[in-house]
C-alpha cells in the first residue's frame, strides 16, 4: 500500500472545509453534505474548524471558487496557521496544482479524503489490496503536478528537462502495479468464491446501508461476535461473516462496507469483490439511521449502489431502521403557516407513510438499546426458514412441528 498518508499523523490538525452552492444543491443541502465531510474529516485526524461557502452556478475551472472567495480562504489560512484545506468535490489535477499554489497548504478533496481513511482502517490482505489498487488509480491523473519541479523552464536547444520522461515511467510503473493488483483481487475473488460454495446450502443473510448507521454493532448483537464497531465513518471495511442461529433455524449473516455519497466509480470498483458477498446474499438487511434528517437520501445511495454495482434490486430485503432512541423531532406550532419540515414530523407519523406499505418487511429498532431485536430476530427467523424450505422442502414438517410447540407454549 503506498505509504505516506494523505493526512499527517500530528494529532489535531486544523482544517477548513470549501463547498459551493449551485442550482442542484442548495444551502440547506450543502450544509449537510459539509457536516458529513466535517464527519469524515474527523475520522481521518483532522479538526475541522471553518466552513466556506460560495454561490456559483458551476465550479471555477481553474480554482473550483470564484477568486474572491480563495483570496478570502487564503486570508484566513494564513491568519489561523491553517495546514490543510478540503474540498467537498473532486477536483481535478489542474485546479488542485492552481489551489496549491494560491494557498501554499495541502489540498485534498472528497474522494482524497475517503481513500486516507481507507488506508488507515484496512486491516485484512484483500482490503488493504482494494485500497492500494483504488489509491494508484486516483494517482495516475494526477502525476503531472507531481513533477513540476523538472518542467522546463525555457526553449532552446539542450535545456528540455527530464519532466516528459520521468512522468511517462511513473506512468507505467503505477499502470503495471494497478495490472498486478487487479490480478490479486481476481485471485482472491477465486478463493473467496470457493470458501462461499463450501459454506453449503445455508441461508445467506448481508448487512446493507450508508455508513455509520450501526450496521457492525447489529451485527455484534445478532451473532454475538465483537466486530469492531464505532461511531466513525468507514470504521468496517472488510467484510465479516459469522454464523447465527435463530431460534432452531441456522444462517449465515455478513456485515458489508457501508456507503456513502458522491463515492468515486472507480473507488466502488476497487470493493466489487468485498460486494460479492451481497450478489450472493439470498436477503438483504437494509440498515438506516432513521435519526439523521436525511435518511431518505442515504436510501437512495445505497439502493443507487447495489444496484449499479451488486445488481442487487431483485434480492428481498428487510428495512431496519435502527437508532429510533436518537430520534427527535420538533412539534409544529399550530399558529406556524409554513410547510412542515423533516424536523417537524414524529416517528409514529413517519411509520404511517411508505414505510407503513412495506408491511413485515420494515422494523423499527435501537440496536444500541436493544429495542425490538426480538422483532427483528422474529423476521430473520420468516425469511430464513422461507428460503430454507424452498431449498429442503422435505425438512418442512421439522418447522411445521416446532411452530406448532411455540403455538401451544404460548397459549
Known amino acids: 500500500m503506498i505509504e505516506d498518508n494523505i493526512i499527517s499523523q500530528e494529532a489535531n490538525e486544523k482544517a477548513v472545509l ?17 457536516d458529513e465531510l466535517a464527519f469524515l474529516a474527523e475520522t481521518a485526524g483532522a479538526v475541522p474548524v471553518k466552513r466556506f461557502l460560495q454561490k456559483l452556478e458551476y465550479p471555477n475551472p481553474r480554482t473550483y471558487v470564484g477568486t474572491g472567495k480563495l483570496e478570502e480562504i487564503k486570508t484566513y489560512v494564513e491568519e489561523n496557521e491553517i495546514g490543510l484545506v478540503i474540498f467537498d468535490d473532486d477536483l481535478s489535477p489542474k485546479q488542485v496544482a492552481n ?5 501554499k497548504v495541502k489540498i485534498l478533496d472528497r ?85 462461499r460454495k463450501n459454506r453449503g446450502k445455508l441461508t445467506r ?100 449502489t447495489l444496484q449499479e454495482v451488486c445488481g442487487a434490486e431483485d434480492k428481498p430485503v428487510i428495512m431496519v431502521f435502527n437508532k429510533i432512541d436518537a430520534f427527535n423531532y420538533t412539534p409544529k406550532d399550530p399558529d ?30 435501537s440496536a444500541k438499546e436493544r429495542t425490538n431485536i426480538d422483532e427483528l430476530k422474529n423476521l430473520l427467523y420468516r425469511k430464513a426458514k422461507e428460503i430454507h424450505t424452498e431449498r429442503f422442502p422435505y425438512n418442512d414438517f421439522l418447522y411445521q412441528k416446532y411452530d406448532d410447540l411455540e403455538s401451544e407454549s404460548t397459549v
Not at 19 to 34: G, I
Not at 238 to 264: A, H, Q
Not at 343 to 365: P, Y
Open 205 to 304: 443473510v448481508a448487512l446493507v446501508g450508508y455508513t455509520n448507521v450501526g450496521k457492525s454493532t447489529l451485527m455484534n448483537l445478532l451473532s454475538k461476535s465483537d466486530v469492531f464497531a464505532e461511531n466513525k465513518l468507514f470504521a468496517t471495511l472488510d467484510t465479516t461473516v459469522r454464523k447465527v442461529t435463530v431460534e432452531n433455524l441456522p444462517f449465515l449473516l455478513t456485515d458489508t462496507v457501508g456507503f456513502i455519497r458522491k463515492l468515486p466509480t472507480h473507488l466502488v470498483d476497487s470493493f466489487k469483490s468485498t460486494l460479492d458477498e451481497v450478489r450472493d446474499a439470498d436477503v438483504l438487511v437494509h440498515v438506516v439511521d432513521v435519526s439523521h434528517p436525511g435518511f431518505e437520501e442515504q436510501i437512495e445511495v445505497v439502493q443507487k
Open 18 to 34: 470549501v463547498a459551493l452552492v449551485t442550482s442542484r444543491q442548495n444551502e440547506a443541502k450543502t450544509e449537510e453534505y459539509l
Open 336 to 365: 406556524d403557516l409554513t410547510p412542515r419540515t423533516r424536523e417537524n414530523i414524529s416517528l409514529d407519523e413517519l411509520r404511517q407513510t411508505w414505510m407503513g406499505k412495506m408491511a413485515e418487511n420494515c422494523v423499527f429498532i
Open 111 to 195: 474522494t482524497s479524503l475517503i481513500l486516507d481513511i481507507f488506508a488507515r482502517r484496512a486491516q485484512t490482505a484483500t482490503a488493504r489490496t482494494q485500497v492500494e489498487l483504488a489509491q494508484y488509480q486516483y494517482l495516475l491523473p494526477r502525476l503531472t503536478r507531481m513533477w513540476t519541479h523538472l518542467e522546463r523552464q525555457r526553449g532552446g536547444i539542450g535545456m528540455r528537462g527530464p519532466g516528459e520522461t520521468q512522468i511517462e515511467t511513473d506512468r507505467r510503473i503505477i499502470l503495471d502495479k494497478i495490472s498486478r493488483l487487479k490480478e490479486e483481487l481476481r485471485n482472491i475473488d477465486k478463493q473467496k468464491s470457493i470458501q
Open 99 to 103: 489551489i496549491e499554489k494560491e494557498l
